[in-house]
């Protein structure tokens, strides 16, 4: 497929998702205009509350900003079903709709997860060939390429089949934002032998082995995520959850032990002061839930997922990733791959 | 119960176990005799070879220390269902055995995992109540309480009432080991909400709601097994194997990305020379799986797995681990409060 970069990316942002709401995702949008003149944002949400938030910060008139005034919003702690029903004015709704309307090429929201899976899936429809959705993000690695995970958490208990779909659509990923060609792809296992694992997890392996199209590698563990050993890793949705989020809990163990250390000697505490933001900054950055975006991806359009704790940094990092996405045409391109795998398969 | 300490403990090692073998088995096992006057240990293995080390390091003698030849060991790669069938003279088999004939209260072993589920599961059988054998380990957390988390890879595909009773195990375990009262106990989820999770998940929810017996508090998620929210953590042995798993590669990352800043300045190198071994200790202390025994519960023994890779201190670790296990009585009481809780359900 021969790729032209459009000369215009208009992204639609949920402006009211996320912990802080506007506080972060309006210092993201500005910023976000600013470092690329070729992105022109619709800012989804209270129109009034927001146009407050731009006069104070002098962008009110900004060609590249337009408001989109919505009466509601999903709360963070909102079902997803019942969000579902009664939501269809929430800023969360209206910029998914623009999405599937073609307004807008991506949406971006730090809001609610399982309201937007809910939505994003009922809104945009799958891609034909995927059953399911996925949440996928790139983790850090020990080798600094990122790895692509999927499923972090949109489908639960995955068969066979749906773990194959994910496979095909996390290279997909892989070769078109990280540039890499055959990325490696592994499944997530409690074991590397062939022996262990549910069947679904066995009857995918013996699919994958069987696909001309990807490079599987087999199985890996838990403590090779971040090794470099796989560019691409496989897992169910409840699993790919666990694992990113007890990332998120070594981190802050281990953050608090640093501190505890060095608050206990005269010269640690001279140290936690002069060390205290840069022992921060690195053990935050091996904590990928909450400083990347992750994307919902089987759909038809993209949808960028920021994290609900999103600060202004995070949101606009998410903002990055949908306009690489929208440049690389990334769910034309899972469409694309995975008509030339069922094709090699049937 | 009234509980009548032991005048003499006895337990089997498995000498052969493990990537270093004797050379972190018996220097663990000589160390523990010298700091425990009650402690008897049975080692299983070549005889000869174990005679050697024991000479080389003045302890041929020891009173305590009893050699039992074995012709076999399992090695790290042999599948489960093999050694089970082929390795009936093997130091594990052998240690198992000496626990099923009451010639030892406990085995300890650092060999590999799959094949002493399967030996133990086979040798010693599960208590009655309990459907399948469960690996708990102490994970640390932010309060330095530690918090019991099972199963970490017995059991793949539980159900409701496997999840159940390794509530109830892993609350004895907690009280009898840590002498906690009333343990807050908590199911592992992706979500804290009521409505997330597999069926098998909000199904063991209702029960554990229902039993008296046990201090449920509901779901967790990954990033809360560290933070003490919950003293006993539930899951299914998969997600388990790859939570703790995660945790070493997260360790891992963490010190490369420490090494490789301190590595990019003058002060940072130097630093790096004195600071290597702080940070390298405060690292691995949250990589559990490391540098703590695993209990294989469930069994009419006390079965204690040592990781793969452990060191001296590691292994010594583990029998120190099975010594409280004997001092608690830990199986009896588990078969103890199932009755009282099967009753309850009844």
Same mark, same amino acid.
């Given at each position: 497929?021969?790729?032209?970069?459009?000369?215009?990316?208009?992204?639609?942002?949920?402006?009211?998702?996320? =912990?802080?709401?506007?506080?972060?995702?309006?210092?993201?949008?500005?910023?976000?205009?600013?470092?690329?003149?070729?992105?022109?944002?619709? @800012?989804?949400?209270?129109?009034?509350?927001?146009?407050?938030?731009?006069?104070?910060?002098?962008?009110?008139?900004?060609?590249? @900003?337009?408001?989109?005034?919505?009466?509601?919003?999903?709360?963070?702690?909102?079902?997803?079903?019942?969000?579902?029903?009664?939501?269809?004015?929430?800023?969360?709704?209206?910029?998914?709709? @623009?999405?599937?309307?073609?307004?807008?090429? &991506?949406?971006?929201?730090?809001?609610?997860?399982?309201?937007?899976?809910?939505?994003?899936?009922?809104?945009?429809?799958?891609?034909?060939?995927?059953?399911?959705?996925?949440?996928? %993000?790139?983790?850090? !690695?020990?080798?600094?390429?990122?790895?692509?995970?999927?499923?972090?958490?949109?489908?639960?208990?995955?068969?066979? =089949?749906?773990?194959?779909?994910?496979?095909?659509?996390?290279?997909?990923?892989?070769?078109?934002?990280?540039?890499?060609?055959?990325?490696?792809?592994?499944?997530?296992?409690?074991?590397?032998?062939?022996?262990?694992?549910? =069947?679904?997890?066995?009857?995918? %392996?013996?699919?994958? !082995?069987?696909?001309?199209?990807?490079?599987?590698?087999?199985?890996?563990?838990?403590? =090779?995520?971040? !090794?470099?050993?796989?560019?691409?890793?496989?897992?169910?949705?409840?699993?790919?959850?666990?694992?990113?989020?007890?990332?998120?809990?070594?981190?802050?163990?281990?953050?608090s032990r640093i501190r505890a250390r060095l608050m206990s000697s005269f010269f640690g505490r001279i140290t936690a002061k002069l060390a205290q933001?840069w022992f921060? %900054?690195?053990?935050?950055?091996?904590?990928?839930?909450?400083?990347?975006? &992750?994307?919902?991806?089987?759909?038809?359009?993209?949808?960028?997922? !920021?994290?609900?704790?999103?600060?202004?940094? &995070?949101?606009?990092?998410?903002?990055?990733?949908?306009?690489?996405?929208?440049?690389?045409?990334?769910?034309?391109?899972?469409?694309?791959?995975?008509?030339?795998?069922?094709?090699?398969?049937?």
């Amino acid at each position: 497929m021969h790729l032209v970069q459009p000369t215009k990316i208009t992204i639609a942002l949920d402006m009211m998702g996320g =912990d802080h709401g506007p506080l972060a995702t309006l210092p993201a949008a500005i910023a976000a205009v600013q470092e690329n003149p070729r992105l022109h944002l619709t @800012l989804c949400g209270d129109a009034e509350l927001l146009q407050q938030h731009l006069q104070q910060a002098g962008f009110h008139n900004h060609p590249r @900003l337009q408001l989109l005034h919505c009466t509601q919003h999903v709360s963070m702690a909102e079902k997803p079903s019942s969000a579902l029903r009664n939501k269809r004015d929430s800023s969360m709704r209206i910029a998914l709709e @623009l999405v599937e309307q073609g307004q807008a090429t &991506a949406c971006v929201s730090a809001g609610n997860t399982g309201a937007l899976i809910a939505m994003a899936h009922f809104v945009l429809k799958m891609l034909p060939g995927v059953e399911r959705p996925a949440l996928i %993000s790139a983790l850090p !690695s020990t080798t600094n390429q990122p790895v692509y995970m999927l499923d972090l958490g949109a489908t639960v208990n995955c068969n066979a =089949d749906t773990l194959f779909q994910f496979a095909v659509m996390g290279a997909v990923m892989s070769e078109e934002v990280e540039s890499l060609s055959a990325p490696r792809v592994a499944l997530l296992n409690m074991g590397e032998e062939e022996i262990k694992g549910s =069947d679904q997890i066995k009857q995918a %392996s013996v699919q994958l !082995s069987e696909c001309e199209e990807l490079n599987y590698i087999g199985y890996i563990e838990g403590n =090779d995520i971040f !090794s470099g050993k796989a560019d691409v890793i496989i897992c169910d949705g409840f699993v790919g959850n666990v694992a990113l989020k007890t990332c998120e809990g070594v981190a802050t163990l281990i953050m608090s032990r640093i501190r505890a250390r060095l608050m206990s000697s005269f010269f640690g505490r001279i140290t936690a002061k002069l060390a205290q933001s840069w022992f921060k %900054s690195l053990v935050q950055g091996v904590n990928p839930d909450q400083y990347n975006g &992750a994307s919902l991806i089987g759909l038809r359009g993209i949808v960028v997922k !920021s994290h609900g704790n999103a600060s202004k940094e &995070a949101f606009l990092s998410a903002i990055r990733q949908a306009v690489r996405e929208v440049e690389r045409q990334v769910p034309a391109k899972i469409k694309h791959r995975l008509e030339q795998v069922l094709i090699g398969k049937a």
